[in-house]
């Protein structure tokens, strides 16, 4: 086993900074809002052939007066753009006269105009709340069934933290809130779940094998097995997501950023919030308990 670090001296210190950092994010989304992308408000959806377009942020640059724009390349022609723009139905011929004061009349064709209306981008959010809800119910029913029920919750603990600090990011920076950007939060409740795994997962191995008084050193002592695990898992998730970040535009760097910050929470949250949560729920634990939260009736009677 490796040299114990002490990680329980910081579970409350970060739990309150946590809850200040999330407090701060209510704050930010009742006071700014969230930018909420064309997939989750009504716009207008224009394909396009461009020609003399210099590529995908030259075309974004000639619509910068409109709200919520994305473009991106479609079909096999090279100067065929598929446009999204927070525009209401009345006003869809603002993305064509965009386009024609910097290109020209005759350089622009609309070949399809559609019109994404408040219902369909209110039944997508309402979508993807059920499918983040019913992830996490899923993950809370593994961990149950693989450990215990308080370990489970100290998972979700960590999963709901690491949510809120991304949609706190996601109103601080104010940047635009897409689906891609939802894939950001589902692939990071995933990373997490994985990471918290691994730690639950290296208490229940060391508990047959350490002689300890409190569950507290068996979590330090786990921690400090996991620590080198838990960090290059995160590094070295971060180089890639890093390079994401640096090499693209648009929305798929605004996925990089949201990953970046959701791996950093990720991290910190399997080893302090879950971590910390468990051990509040097990500060009267005993040797003889085992994996259980409480005396089991088998121990209850052979002390009688």
Not at 263 to 291: A, H, M, Q, V
């Amino acid at each position: 086993m490796k040299k114990r670090i002490t990680f329980s001296k910081g579970f409350l210190p970060c739990a309150i900074l946590s809850c200040l950092v999330i407090v701060s994010g209510i704050f930010s989304f009742v006071t700014r809002g969230i930018n909420l992308g064309i997939d989750f408000k009504p716009g207008t959806i224009e394909e396009v052939t461009i020609k003399g377009a210099a590529g995908i942020e030259d075309v974004r640059d000639s619509l910068a007066g409109l709200g919520g724009v994305s473009v991106k390349k479609v079909g096999s022609s090279s100067d065929t753009y598929q446009i999204r723009a927070g525009v209401e139905e009345s006003e869809g011929g603002k993305i064509t006269q965009a386009l024609v004061n910097k290109y020209g009349e005759g350089n622009v064709d609309v070949l399809k105009t559609d019109f994404i209306g408040s219902s369909m981008s209110s039944s997508l959010a309402r979508q993807s709340i059920f499918l983040l809800l019913g992830t996490m119910l899923l993950i809370w029913v593994y961990a149950t069934v693989r450990f215990h029920w308080d370990f489970a919750l100290g998972a979700i603990v960590a999963l709901v933290h690491d949510i809120c600090i991304m949609f706190t990011f996601i109103t601080w920076s104010q940047i635009e809130f897409s689906t891609t950007t939802l894939a950001a939060v589902l692939t990071i409740v995933g990373y997490s779940i994985n990471a918290t795994v691994v730690i639950l997962d290296r208490v229940r191995y060391n508990l047959p094998l350490m002689e300890v008084k409190t569950f507290k050193d068996l979590l330090n002592q786990s921690l400090s097995d996991t620590l080198a695990r838990s960090i290059i898992t995160t590094v070295t998730t971060l180089f890639a997501v890093m390079a994401l970040y640096i090499f693209t535009t648009g929305s798929i760097k605004d996925f990089a950023l949201a990953m970046t910050v959701g791996l950093l929470s990720g991290c910190y949250s399997s080893i302090f919030i879950s971590s910390g949560f468990i051990n509040f729920t097990r500060r009267d634990w005993k040797p003889e308990y085992g994996i259980h939260h409480a005396m089991p009736k088998k121990v209850q009677g052979a002390a009688v």
